[in-house]
């Protein structure tokens, strides 16, 4: 079987793209011709991060068919104000293309509206002329979005409860305190977003990056009141009535735990702009898009193999059947999750850990290739740092590998652990490794117990371990729930007033605040190592970080690299510094970093438009049965 | 007898309202795990947990006290306002309407079909006990008793649906209901059902029916003249409904609450079963609390019918001024 | 009896397949009913007489059971070759019974008034109206006051004596030609017993019927059959008109059983062994293991056949003393002992009347020691 990196079809390093200035911008909405721009703004034909839409397609996509998926779960809402799960949000989308999309090679595709900024601290956005509402709320203008922006997302209090409040506030640096971001009209149909300090990254991060909008006209009915439950119940809002010609497709019907289904919206805006790629010019290409709940994976495959949906998550250990079947194609693509151990450094977990040298001398224990290959039956990537291979910020002369070719062994592990832990009171008797009173060391490593191949991982690790550290490595089963509460919450004990705390989940310093039950290290999450957005990544090597629940408290100070390289906009500097961040990562160690695991999808033979890239989903409104 | 069937009525209610109020208890002491969802994923890309839980508290109203929350689900019960279902975002009187005519269009089938089935071939296993045939209805219930539900409906899925392409693989909601179509798509889950309950109804009947087949009154039908089938249906059928009335009701109800869940997760049939398991598991109270104020209904109408059928189908027992 | 007789068994075998192995119930027994007559069969409990009277309209379960030979001749016809069917149409309408226990034998969940129109509309197409009168009159007929009323009742609602005479009336529901009583008295008071037999001889009368009365109680026999049969292991011992058998009882059984009878012979006294066993039953006679008269000849071979006694042909006994050429004295001893001085009243055939054969009230019962109890003697009270 080929190995996963061979199975990721990479785009390649993507080209350098500047900045954009507010020429390209206006280009792009029509202002001048098309022929007349240049090569470089990336909304051309044929260009090399576009992956197969290539420029003799378009003749060949014909309208026609619908497209059936298969989901596991059903959304909760339509009403996105509301709710944050990636199946309501998928079922939005299909009607709603938001702001603008992220192309695989990190790439933006403007959609409803493009960006400019000259200095990455002052944004304005620009919304495209031919945008209307439905239900009667007329066209889309830079009101409806300043409006929503100051009165629902950054109202105090959050009387909405809108999730992603948060993201529109940010620390100002004159005051010292969390203000909401000043956001501005500046035209009928631009705004401007002006940021406290400079920040390259904010197109790329979620609260742009398809971003969703809402006709004054509805959200004046509640801000005055604050009337949450009028605005969770609104009809309108349920039934994405104010679509309009905004995305590819329409709300048809919504029977819950059944099917949601939408039709191909005649008015969609994209056929009708300039400076897109010809393949949208009739988008969308199915009649129909139906999403159908199947909660039991077997029938969702058995679907999937007698052709009644035609595209359907797979299990990697199903995928190799699915591989042979003529009717199914399976599409692998890279996920920028990261499966890794998490080493407790606090009081209640193992103190060695703490020390470098330990952590890199454990790194040698693992056989990362072995977790790709067998565990997750080579779909996936081995991990070496907080960044996929495939990101812009991984720099490979600058990670350090361990756990694969000959940086593996019993060997290595021994005496580099032996040299790390002489001077304490751990040392090797024969092949174990025993403490000060000659005791066995054991350590335990807990998994989610609703996850089997979790499971498998856990007891290979302590396996490994066994046979390579002479640790003994004991795995646990607990569920999502009770982990999160007893052994990620961090707290000082009742009583004592720790110096300083970050919030619920680093309640203080490790030797302080520890969670209610003792660990030593754990698999049960999967971090998203952004690869868009890294700087969203920097609490996790902080030692006040809000998400630092483990304790590690870094040698170099890796922050600062993230926080330089936050502020500048030269993107090859930017570069430089995260790929030294992240060099430095994989050199503390801080996590046994394990591997990255691919997305296994199954689709009927005759659908195209995908391919084996991260978010290969982002144009699916041009994708098209053959 | 009329004031029985009163006093039982307004047991009914009280015990309606003591089990919403412990089922309301008991959700609003559980930690939500959406909750601490939100708060993690807030943390992990740099925000803050506690403003994620804040908002998650005044999204879902729960940053009101305790009391004033009881009280106002309280009252919304019993005028009929269900309230909203936050995990379906539609109000959940509708949400109950949706889910209940799929529940109904397999269950009513498997509960006609179990009982008649089961009793017919429990009686006829009494009468023509230890012959091969006695021998093969008892394999075979037994078999269908031993099996687990939703394995079964999974191979028969599989063999049939897959391979076979008998049957559909996925339910499919839109078929109007009372169609060929639809009556296709139900031959499996209503098999798997059926397979199950018949056991208990077959074993029991034999049973009943086997102590009656001996009696005296037996005897003296046949001494009358009566035929077999006469017999069969008056003078022992008859006797043993009111023993049988026992396990019907339960028959019913173990339909209605347990196997619908299993049948309708593996062949993805949107019912009563599914919306209030994931009611649960989302903790979307003012659904959780509807659900079980359905399946509460139902059970205490169903022993309510129980009990006065007895009455009917026993002259010898009245409940007179108990 | 010149007449053809109504009901005429002939070497009737019922045999049941159990796991012990054949169980011979039912060995080879022959008998008459004329019309108009009540035949009463006595013996023991496991004599095989119940068996007898259900075998007739073929009551007994027939995957153990089986009438593995003889004839039933019924009015001409042979029951024995009868289809299912026919016999149904038989049973109730021309031949009924009564069983022995009132409590179970009616069903609880009907009224009694339905019970009995069932019995009249299985056979006759009337309106359910008119089976109703029909059954109210009945009901009335057999002593039930108010009966109107009480058609609507319940079993439940009934006391013993009143249950068993709604089974009378059922069983007579039709006009039946032939009636199967099979010990109708014994679960019921003595005061009762007087009243239900004098009912069914009542009724006899009226409704111009035969009854073969089954039971163990000599007093009943002695107080309403015509001829009698003596049962033991599934044979006839004896048979004959009831004043041949009371007054000169031929075979040692029948002596023994009636020196049981306190008034007669000894009193309280009992026979003495067990019956034989059902499945392995002994050569020869049946009764030999326990006969004060036994000889060799009576324990080879087969049961003997049935000899006339005083050479009279209806009066028969099955005892190897009797044949031709035997010497009867053995068993009966000189003299006679037809009950020293216990006339019969002879007025005219009708040998009907209380306290018959002068046997005492109290205490008929017999009280042989039998391998098998039918627990009916639990029910009777003992006048003290």
Not at chain 2, 98 to 124: E, H, K, N, Q
Not at chain 2, 156 to 167: K, N, R, T
Not at chain 2, 200 to 227: H, I, N, P, Q
Not at chain 3, 272 to 286: Q, Y
Request: a negative charge; aromatic letters at 10%.
């Amino acid at each position: 079987m080929p190995s996963g990196n061979d199975r990721r079809g990479t785009s390649g390093t993507a080209e350098r793209r500047g900045r954009r200035g507010r020429r390209d911008v206006l280009k792009l909405l029509g202002a001048t011709s098309v022929a007349g721009l240049a090569g470089c703004s990336g909304n051309g034909e044929g260009d090399g991060g576009d992956g197969n839409g290539a420029s003799t397609e378009s003749a060949t996509r014909s309208v026609g068919g619908t497209y059936v998926s298969a989901s596991s779960v059903d959304a909760q809402s339509l009403n996105w104000l509301t709710i944050a799960d990636a199946t309501s949000g998928s079922f939005v989308t299909a009607t709603l293309d938001g702001i603008w999309a992220i192309k695989p090679n990190r790439e933006i595709f403007p959609l409803w509206g493009d960006y400019s900024t000259d200095d990455g601290r002052v944004y304005e956005i620009q919304l495209r002329d031919n945008l209307e509402w439905g239900a009667g709320y007329g066209q889309m203008t830079a009101d409806d979005w300043v409006y929503m922006i100051q009165n629902v997302f950054q109202a105090r209090p959050n009387w909405s409860g809108y999730p992603n409040a948060a993201d529109w506030f940010r620390t100002n640096p004159e005051s010292g305190q969390r203000e909401p971001i000043p956001v501005e009209q500046t035209g009928e149909l631009t705004f401007e977003i002006r940021l406290f300090e400079v920040d390259p990254s904010l197109p790329f991060k979620p609260i742009l990056w398809r971003q969703q909008c809402i006709p004054r006209g509805i959200l004046e009915q509640y801000v005055e009141d604050q009337d949450a439950e009028g605005l969770q119940q609104d009809e309108e809002l349920n039934t994405l009535a104010y679509a309009g010609n905004l995305g590819p497709y329409t709300y048809d019907t919504w029977e819950r735990s059944a099917r949601y289904t939408v039709t191909r919206n005649e008015d969609y805006y994209l056929q009708d702009v300039e400076g897109v790629p010809d393949r949208f010019a009739e988008a969308p290409y199915f009649d129909q898009q139906t999403v159908r709940v199947i909660s039991e994976e077997s029938t969702r495959l058995g679907a999937l193999e007698s052709g009644e949906v035609d595209s359907s998550g797979i299990p990697p250990d199903k995928a190799n059947r699915f591989e042979n079947l003529p009717n199914v194609t399976v599409n692998v693509t890279p996920q920028p999750y990261l499966r890794m151990i998490v080493y407790n450094m606090r009081s209640n977990g193992w103190e060695p850990f703490r020390s470098k040298a330990v952590r890199r001398a454990l790194g040698f224990a693992v056989n990362k290739e072995s977790v790709v290959q067998n565990v997750l039956r080579g779909y996936a990537d081995v991990a070496q740092t907080m960044q996929p291979e495939w990101s812009d910020w991984y720099d490979d002369s600058q990670v350090e590998e361990f756990g694969v070719g000959d940086r593996y062994g019993p060997e290595e592990t021994r005496t580099r652990l032996e040299s790390a832990l002489s001077g304490t009171e751990y040392g090797y008797d024969g092949e174990r490794l025993v403490d000060g009173s000659g005791e066995q060391v054991t350590l335990s490593i807990y998994y989610d117990s609703g996850q089997p191949t979790e499971g498998t991982i856990a007891e290979f690790v302590a396996q490994e371990f066994g046979e390579n550290a002479g640790i003994d490595v004991q795995p646990e089963a607990v569920s999502s729930s009770t982990f999160q509460s007893n052994y990620v919450q961090t707290s000082a004990p009742d009583g004592t007033d720790p110096e300083w705390t970050a919030g619920t989940f680093n309640g203080g310093p490790r030797d302080v605040a520890t969670s209610a039950d003792s660990w030593d290290m754990s698999i049960n999450l999967q971090f998203n190592t952004y690869p868009f957005t890294p700087a969203s990544s920097k609490g996790f090597f902080e030692r006040r970080g809000g998400i630092n629940f483990y304790g590690y408290y870094p040698d170099e100070d890796i922050s600062a690299l993230y926080e330089e390289a936050t502020a500048t906009t030269d993107e090859e500097r930017r570069r430089e510094l995260f790929g030294e961040a992240f060099g430095l990562i994989s050199e503390e160690q801080p996590f046994g970093f394990l591997a990255m695991p691919s997305s296994v999808t199954g689709y009927a033979e005759s659908v195209r438009g995908y391919d084996e890239e991260f978010n290969t989903g982002w144009d699916s409104q041009a994708w098209y049965f053959a | 007898m009329r004031w029985y069937v009163v006093r039982r009525v307004l047991w009914a209610v009280v015990a309606t309202f003591l089990i919403l109020s412990v089922t309301w208890g008991l959700l609003a002491v559980t930690p939500n795990p959406a909750a601490e969802q939100m708060q993690f994923q807030a943390a992990a890309s740099g925000g803050s947990a506690e403003a994620a839980e804040e908002a998650f508290e005044a999204r879902r109203g729960l940053d009101r006290s305790p009391w004033v929350r009881y009280q106002e689900y309280m009252t919304n019960m019993v005028t009929l306002n269900w309230g909203w279902s936050q995990s379906r975002s539609q109000p959940v009187i509708e949400a109950i309407a949706a889910a209940l005519p799929y529940t109904a269009i397999y269950s009513v089938p498997t509960t006609i079909l179990s009982i008649l089935l089961g009793l017919a071939i429990g009686l006829y296993s009494a009468t023509n006990q230890y012959t091969k045939s006695d021998y093969a209805a008892t394999f075979f219930a037994f078999f269908g008793y031993a099996i687990p539900n939703f394995w079964f409906g999974i191979i028969l899925l599989l063999v049939f649906g897959v391979q076979l392409g008998w049957f559909p693989v996925v339910f499919d909601s839109d078929i109007p209901f009372f169609s060929l179509g639809m009556a296709r798509q139900l031959v499996l889950p209503v098999v798997v059902l059926v397979t199950g309950t018949i056991a208990g109804v077959m074993r029991y009947s034999r049973a009943e029916a086997l102590e009656y087949v001996e009696a005296e009154f037996v005897k003296t039908a046949k001494s009358k003249g009566a035929d077999g089938y006469r017999i069969l249906t008056r003078h022992i059928l008859r006797p043993a409904a009111v023993p049988l009335m026992t396990i019907l009701v339960g028959d019913i109800l173990g339909i209605f609450l347990a196997a619908s869940y299993l049948v309708e997760v593996v062949f993805g049939i949107p019912g009563l079963g599914q919306l209030s398991y994931n009611a649960i598991l989302a903790q979307d109270t003012s659904l959780v609390l509807g659900t079980t104020l359905i399946f509460t209904f139902v059970s205490v109408v169903g022993n309510l019918v129980q009990d006065v059928a007895y009455t009917v189908l026993d002259p010898r027992i009245d409940y007179g001024d108990r | 009896m010149s007449a053809e007789p109504l009901l005429s068994i002939r070497d009737l075998r019922t045999v049941f397949h159990t796991d012990d192995g054949l169980v011979r119930a039912v060995d080879g027994v022959s008998f008459d009913i004329g019309r108009g007559e009540t035949v009463c069969i006595v013996g023991e409990s496991g004599s095989g007489k119940t068996v007898t009277g259900e075998s007739i309209t073929r009551l007994i379960r027939t995957p153990p059971g089986e009438i593995a030979a003889g004839e039933i001749v019924f009015d001409g016809q042979d029951l024995t070759a009868l289809s299912d069917e026919a016999l149904r149409a038989l049973r109730g309408d021309r031949i009924a019974h009564v069983f022995q226990n009132p409590q179970g034998a009616l069903n609880p969940v009907y009224t009694v008034g339905w019970q009995i129109v069932e019995a009249i509309r299985l056979h006759e197409d009337v309106s359910k109206g008119a089976a109703r009168d029909r059954a109210v009159d009945l009901l009335d007929r057999v002593g039930i006051p108010e009966a109107t009323r009480r058609f609507d009742d319940y079993p439940h609602e009934f006391s013993g004596g009143m249950k068993q005479r709604v089974s009378i009336a059922m069983a007579l529901a039709t006009n039946p030609d032939l009636l199967i009583a099979d010990e109708p008295t014994t679960a019921l008071d003595v005061t009762i017993q007087n009243q239900i037999l004098s009912l069914l001889d009542d009724l006899q009368t009226e409704f111009d019927m035969s009854v073969l009365l089954i039971t163990h109680d000599l007093g009943v026999v002695a107080e309403v059959a015509d001829r009698v049969v003596v049962m033991y292991a599934g044979k006839v011992m004896e048979r004959g008109g009831v004043f041949d058998v009371f007054e000169q009882p031929s075979h040692p059984y029948t002596r023994a059983l009636l020196d049981c009878l306190p008034g007669r012979g000894d009193g309280a006294a009992s026979i003495g062994g067990r019956l034989p066993s059902s499945t392995d039953p002994p050569a020869g006679c049946r009764f030999h293991p326990r006969c004060e008269h036994a000889v060799d000849a009576c324990r080879e071979g087969e049961q003997p056949p049935d000899y006339a006694v005083d050479g009279d042909d209806d009066h028969v006994v099955s005892c190897v003393h009797y044949e031709p050429g035997g010497d009867p004295s053995v068993v009966r001893g000189g003299g006679d002992d037809a009950g020293s001085g216990d006339a019969v009243d002879d007025d005219g055939g009708d040998g009907r009347g209380s306290g018959a054969v002068g046997t005492p009230p109290a205490d008929r019962t017999l009280r042989a020691e039998s391998l098998g109890d039918d627990g009916s003697d639990a029910d009777r009270e003992d006048r003290a």
